[in-house]
Structures are given as structure tokens and as C-alpha cells.
């Protein structure tokens, strides 16, 4: 996962959308991922592609004893909220690390379509839970990923996965697509079992509110996924 976010158009463009009110953030990924998170009070809990830091205090506000929030980009990190127990490092996913069994919660908003290597960071997230620990992840929804070339409405290239790359503020914006059933197959593989599988649209209301949301009832935008460890297990990335 590269530093894309420090590219000073693609952030102006990512950060006028955020304040727009047209992004799918507020109302449909963020609520999604507060139903799903579980209770945090004194737990470890490593975010990975913290962003400005949103998801972070807000673990933190609810009572996680200690947060790592872990970013690949200065400037998303040099704007992010501080607060007393919440620690931000720069570092890619790729190659970030830490001890075995240390973590009771693993959270990712909107992070892991960059990583090109989803297995192998399944299985280092796998490594870092406690037994009992919990997984929660947003994604692009595979649906939205799946064209080689990029398409609004239409499915197309589904099985085949791999490197997909966009146009988004600015050319070159590099994803990867998996299919689901092949995301649900590496959290089992490295011992994580999935408790929670969504896809968050709007309800008619929020399209009556917001009409420019009516295309999130046409194809869900955003997957979530919750697992717990059932064991404690070893894994690298590579």
C-alpha cells in the first residue's frame, strides 16, 4: 500500500469530497462499522489505514485502553486527531508488525483493496490476535472492483483477480480485486472465523434526503466483515 494519499491532488480531491457530503463515509461505512465493532473498554486495538484518525478516537473515546493507528501517509497522519491513547505510526501494511497474541482488536476502514497481498496480511493479523480477538474490515465491495475496466453499473471480470487500476482525482490509482468467497477463504485458512458479513446501502430515506445516494441501492459500495481467532496461529507476510 503506497503513500497515495500524499499526492497532493488525489488528497485535495479525496479531502473536498469528505466535506461535501457525497462520500459514502457518514452515512452508510461508518455506521456499519460501529454495529459491528465489539465492546472495546481496555482492549488493544491496532487500526490499520487509520487515515486522519477518526475510527482510532473513537475506540479510544469508548475505552480501548491503548490504540495503534497505523497510516502509510504523512499527511493524513500529520492532520489526524490526537488523543492520550491513541499512538499513530507511518508505515506501510505490507511490512508493518507487531508481537504475536499482543492485540484484542484488529480494525481497517476502507484500507485493505490497496493491499496486494491480502493472504499474508490475514495471516499476520491472525498472529497478532489473542485467541478470542476480533477482525473488522470495510473494503471496496468486490462488486465495485471487479472491471478491468471501470464500469458504474455493470459487473464484468469478476473471477479474474488481481491489480485494477483507476482513474480517482487523479490517473493510476492502483486497487486489488478478490471475490468474496476468496476473502471469506484466507480469513478461514489463517484461523479467523467470519461472525459478520455486510453490505451497508442506503435505506429509501437517506435517498429521499440524499438523491445522489440512490446509486448505493443499485450495487453496494462497501463490504464488512467481522471475524474472531479461534486460535493462536503463526503467519508472514510474503
Not at 469528505?18 to 465493532?37: D, F, K, V, Y
Not at 473498554?41 to 493507528?69: I, M, S, T
Not at 501494511?93 to 482488536?105: G, H, K
Not at 490476535?129 to 465491495?141: I, N, Q, S
Request: glycine share 8%; net charge negative.
Amino acid at each position: 500500500m503506497n503513500a497515495l494519499y500524499d499526492d497532493p491532488d488525489f488528497l485535495d480531491g479525496y479531502r473536498r469530497l469528505r466535506r461535501s457530503g457525497q462520500a459514502i463515509n457518514e452515512p452508510l461505512e461508518i455506521p456499519a462499522m460501529n454495529a459491528a465493532l465489539p465492546p472495546v473498554a481496555g482492549a488493544r486495538v491496532v487500526d490499520l489505514g487509520c487515515g486522519e484518525g477518526g475510527l482510532a478516537v473513537r475506540l479510544a473515546e469508548a475505552g480501548a485502553a491503548d490504540v495503534l493507528a497505523v497510516d502509510a501517509s504523512e499527511q493524513m497522519l500529520a492532520a489526524a486527531t490526537p488523543h492520550p491513547r491513541v499512538r499513530y505510526q507511518r508505515a506501510d501494511l505490507a511490512n508493518f508488525d507487531v508481537p504475536p497474541a499482543s492485540v484484542d482488536l484488529v480494525v481497517s476502514s476502507m484500507a485493505v483493496h490497496y493491499v496486494e497481498d491480502f493472504d499474508g496480511l490475514v495471516a499476520c493479523l491472525a498472529r497478532w490476535l489473542v485467541p478470542g480477538g476480533v477482525l473488522v474490515f470495510t473494503m471496496e465491495h468486490p462488486v465495485m472492483t471487479a472491471p478491468v475496466i471501470a464500469a458504474d453499473y455493470v459487473v464484468d471480470d469478476y473471477a479474474d483477480e488481481g491489480r485494477r487500476e483507476r482513474t480517482w482525482f487523479v490517473e493510476g490509482v492502483i486497487k486489488y480485486h478478490r471475490t468474496i468467497g476468496s476473502i471469506v477463504a484466507s480469513l478461514h485458512r489463517h484461523g479467523l472465523r467470519v461472525e459478520r458479513l455486510d453490505e451497508p446501502v442506503p435505506t429509501t430515506a437517506q435517498v429521499a434526503a440524499n438523491p445522489d445516494l440512490a446509486i448505493h441501492r443499485r450495487r453496494p459500495p462497501v463490504l464488512l466483515i467481522s471475524a474472531r481467532a479461534l486460535e493462536l496461529l503463526t503467519g508472514n507476510i510474503g
